[in-house]
């Protein structure tokens, strides 16, 4: 029979479901590999032939392992909490779980249906009571942790409290805010229970705080900073503008270093770990503080200075303004009288752009003047303070020592507002910002004058420290991150307030399930919806009303995988130690700053905490490219009044008329063909059209765009799987190209891949379609063609190139009909290798060449045998008079005289020759043979 793929891949995956044939096992004499994929949103477009891209990938990598003996764990699940489902929730009042749960079930269909070898025994849903359960119990521990820098870890807040009941805050070396109080033991232990809990919350690894954020009023929510572009949501388009509230954030900055030094140590792609190294921002430098002016003030300013951080502490002499954020604390203290309708001005300016904004724009120069002066610690001199927005107050202190003569932005700055500008050194170069590190004289500078940069910088910092003004210090400028959401669709936080102050729950009351509410909108008051649930309250106090934000869930599942039914935790001790770490990731470079920086954090924190043994969670990882969208187009014919009318012309007669261009269903083009009937019915407006036709055809344009609806160039994988296989789906995404490099969807080219399978299928049956093997030793042209392809993709999988895998695949298959092969012993090993890429065709071969009923998935790889590959005999080109005539087979054994003999002793030569004896032949030995006649 012929190939006939839609009985064959239904049949074999049934019998992958019934059997389990991919449950792994959480002990084996096997060595273990963990593959793992960025686990999906289920939304409610399903997937696109650009989503599974990874997963083939991941998934030809796992069946290769478990081909190689290897105990492999393939798990998925869905990332299914999130901003998507509740936005649909408001709008139709249907239930985000009802939604999820309907999403999920088309990506579950999806999936199957192309094959992939995933342990389903392990799915997680992070929306999942059962799993949000330990998504809780981990911002329990970090609730209960501080981070102990001498120790360097984290540590439980018990010894922490320990410690001060014992000596007080003497010889706490912590990460923890900047206002913590000085106290002895006998101080701390006369506090009051609200007082020494409102201290503790300044150490512990998750805490409040009032922070800024990204608000965005119409979706009544904190947005994180990648879902904010140009000012408005990513979701909607709705304005966001900053907004300081109280809000749960997590002490990541605790980890800065520690997430720093292990990217040297992970297998990653460089520009990935570059982009976390610039995100976590190292810098080595001094803490300044500058006193404030009280004069002119006449309610005095409740801070004594304004601390800035700074890398150039060598330039202090040459600071003539301080720029603060304007969020800053003091600005409304600052701000005199004569300025506050200007300052006032440019603060609800500066909150119609999100952060992402105001540190890409270097190019606007904007500010306010308060009004205030601080006096540069060092000299006595009064310096002006000003609010600019390119100034956060989340990073460093929130304000900044500027420089003109030694930075470019204050600069511009200082240039537009015609402040002075004080030279440093006698080679800075304004213009374009010289090296700091560059010999020069100091000039202006008081007591580093002709010192050069290191003296220079040494000797300020310790005239600093001196004065108590000052001192080294070490930043980095990623911030702490914010943990809450005004959503309904999230993790609810296991939290109570009592007295204004939070407490956790019980653990035996976990999970905290998310309640009912009417209506997944804001309360009138103005409260996150959770507000809206009636008799929720834990005892009467009342429960956090913000829900946990979309990575919560998504910073520790692989872990889940590992033991996914487990009521006692999160995962067995036997399960971690076992499977210790993700060996291989595929996932996208988009998660850098995000996913991939909070799964390393808490997954460094549940080492601490003694609940895994490995600091981190990846191996090593790969970003897949992207699959684009391949556009086709129409023209549209445009009359005399520039009105399109319902005539359309073919791509290449559209320059001899005036057209516009419309995007067509590339669903209904075929190579660049539309299909005019279903063109008629695609839409109303198009059933009467008419066609200018090129050769009676009509030949669409095209262009590659970003795959979206809005282009009609959405290609469903259900459509190619429904009309080619999975099989052809699996290796045509692969042939597309590298796995990291985006590339164009093109359905123009499958037809290749699926007339490739048919090939390899007719192999092994006659004419008749009769299955024909033959028991027959195969010959040595056969067992190079194997060998070859043995290696080929051995190599391939070892290096994820699997795109030149599928070409490799091709060529085999062309020389084993070539050469008429139906040897069982080569055809075998051939379902073996081609297995991992199109399993389907060859769990049906494998069975069809009468092996035990069961599953090739853990068949064993067949093993290269390089002497196959040497050559033993070699076509010699036999040229006469210099013009090659014909090849001969030739032992490559044979020295010159004798290859000479072999050639002349050659009818077919000796024919050439005409019984005549050469002049001269000149044998170049595994090369060419040449007859002078």
Not at 130 to 151: E, G, H, P, R, V
Request: hydrophobic share 40%; net charge negative; proline share 5%.
């Amino acid at each position: 029979m012929d190939y006939q793929f839609k009985d064959i891949e239904q049949k074999w995956q049934q019998f992958w479901a019934e059997n389990q044939t991919f449950k792994a096992d959480n002990s084996s004499d096997k060595p273990k590999y963990y593959v793992l994929d960025m686990f999906p949103y289920p939304s409610g477009a399903g997937l696109h032939v650009g989503h599974p891209l990874g997963y083939i990938a991941s998934d030809i990598f796992s069946r290769y392992k478990r081909l190689r003996g290897f105990n492999v764990l393939h798990p998925m699940g869905y990332d299914s909490f999130g901003l998507p489902a509740e936005q649909y929730a408001i709008q139709t009042g249907q239930h985000p779980a009802l939604t999820t749960e309907q999403n999920i079930a088309t990506y579950r269909r999806q999936l199957d249906q192309i094959g992939f070898s995933f342990d389903w025994s392990r799915e997680v849903r992070t929306s999942s009571p059962d799993y949000y359960k330990w998504t809780q119990w981990i911002f329990m521990q970090l609730f209960n942790s501080w981070y102990n820098k001498t120790a360097d870890k984290a540590e439980g807040i018990d010894a922490l409290v320990a410690h001060l009941e014992q000596s007080g805050s003497a010889g706490i070396n912590a990460v923890c805010d900047e206002d913590v109080l000085s106290f002895t033991a006998g101080e701390w232990k006369a506090m009051s229970h609200q007082e020494q809990q409102t201290e503790l919350l300044k150490y512990r690894l998750t805490y409040l705080r009032e922070s800024t954020v990204n608000w965005c009023p119409a979706l009544g929510t904190v947005l994180a900073n990648d879902e904010v572009k140009d000012g408005f949501s990513e979701r909607g388009g709705f304005p966001v503008e900053q907004k300081k509230m109280m809000q749960w954030s997590m002490r990541i900055t605790a980890y800065a270093e520690r997430l720093l030094h292990g990217l040297d140590t992970i297998d990653w792609p460089e520009p990935l770990k570059e982009m976390q190294r610039n995100w976590i921002g190292k810098s080595v430098g001094a803490s300044v503080r500058f006193p404030i002016d009280q004069t002119g003030h006449a309610t005095p300013v409740s801070a004594d200075y304004i601390e800035v951080f700074t890398t150039r502490v060598d330039t202090i002499f040459g600071v003539t303004l301080l720029v603060i954020a304007p969020e800053h604390e003091l600005v409304a203290q600052l701000t005199t009288d004569e300025q506050r309708v200007g300052v006032e001005a440019y603060i609800a300016q500066t909150k119609k752009k999100s952060e992402l904004d105001r540190m890409a724009d270097t190019k606007t120069v904007s500010g306010a003047f308060t009004g205030s002066y601080v006096l540069n610690p060092l000299n006595g001199e009064k310096i002006p303070v000003w609010i600019a927005d390119y100034v956060l107050a989340g990073y460093g202190t929130g304000a900044v020592m500027a420089v003109p003569s030694g930075d470019q932005r204050d600069y511009l700055f200082a240039k537009h507002f015609s402040l002075p500008i004080i030279p440093i050194l006698d080679v800075q170069n304004i213009e374009t910002e010289a090296d700091p590190t560059k010999e020069g004289q100091y000039i202006n500078s008081d007591f580093i004058n002709g010192m050069n940069y290191k003296e220079a910088t040494a000797a300020t910092v310790a005239r600093l420290e001196e004065l108590g003004m000052g001192k080294a210090k070490v930043n980095f400028r990623m911030r702490d991150a914010i943990f809450g959401r005004q959503r309904y669709w999230g993790e609810p936080v296991p939290v109570y307030f009592k007295d204004g102050l939070p407490y956790l729950i019980d653990e035996e009351h976990l999970p905290l399930i998310l309640p009912e509410i009417d209506k997944y909108l804001p309360t009138e008051t103005g409260e996150p919806p959770l507000g809206r649930a009636t008799d929720w309250n834990y005892n009467g106090y009342e429960y956090e009303l913000s829900t946990m934000p979309g990575w919560a869930g998504s910073s520790w599942y692989w872990f889940r995988y590992m033991d996914a039914q487990n009521q006692q935790d999160f995962a067995s001790k036997e399960a971690i130690d076992y499977w210790k770490a993700v060996d291989l990731y595929i996932g996208g470079s988009e998660h850098a700053t995000g996913h991939l920086l909070y799964s390393r954090f808490w997954n460094k924190f549940l080492k601490d905490i003694g609940k895994v043994s490995e600091e981190e969670p990846f191996k090593k990882l790969i970003n897949q490219g992207m699959i684009q969208g391949r556009s086709n187009f129409v023209y549209r014919l445009v009359d005399a009044d520039g009105r399109g009318t319902n005539t359309f012309v073919s791509h290449g007669l559209k320059d001899q008329h005036h057209t516009s261009a419309l995007h067509v269903d590339v669903n209904i083009v075929k190579n660049d063909q539309l299909d005019l009937d279903k063109f008629k019915s695609w839409r109303p407006e198009f059933a009467d059209a008419e066609f200018i036709l090129e050769d009676g055809k009509y030949i669409c344009g095209t262009e590659v765009e970003k795959m979206s609806k809005r282009y009609y160039n959405v290609v469903n994988p259900d459509d190619i799987a429904s009309q080619y296989g999975a099989d052809t789906l699996r290796m045509y995404e692969m042939f597309l190209g590298p796995l990291e490099q985006s590339k164009p969807w093109n359905t123009n080219g499958i037809e290749g891949v699926f007339k490739f399978l048919r090939k390899f299928w007719r192999l092994f049956h006659d004419n008749d379609w009769n299955l024909k093997v033959s028991d027959a030793e195969p010959t040595k042209a056969e067992f190079k063609a194997l060998h070859k392809i043995i290696r080929k993709v051995e190599e391939d999988v070892e290096r994820f190139s699997f795109n030149t895998s599928v070409s490799s695949f091709m060529i085999a298959v062309n020389e084993l009909t070539d050469l008429k092969c139906n040897k069982r012993a080569i055809l075998q090993d051939m379902v073996i290798i081609l297995s991992p890429y199109a399993p389907h065709i060859a769990e049906e071969l494998w069975q069809l060449l009468g092996n035990e009923a069961g599953t090739l998935s853990y068949a064993t790889y067949p093993k290269f045998k390089p002497e196959y590959l040497v050559e033993d005999d070699f076509a010699y080109p036999i040229s006469i008079n210099g013009k090659t005539k014909m090849n001969l087979s030739i032992a490559l054994s044979l020295d010159i005289k004798e290859v000479e003999a072999v050639v002349l002793a050659n009818a077919d030569v000796q024919k050439y020759l005409g019984g005549n004896a050469p002049k001269k032949v000149i044998v170049v030995k595994g090369r060419i043979v040449n007859i002078v006649a």
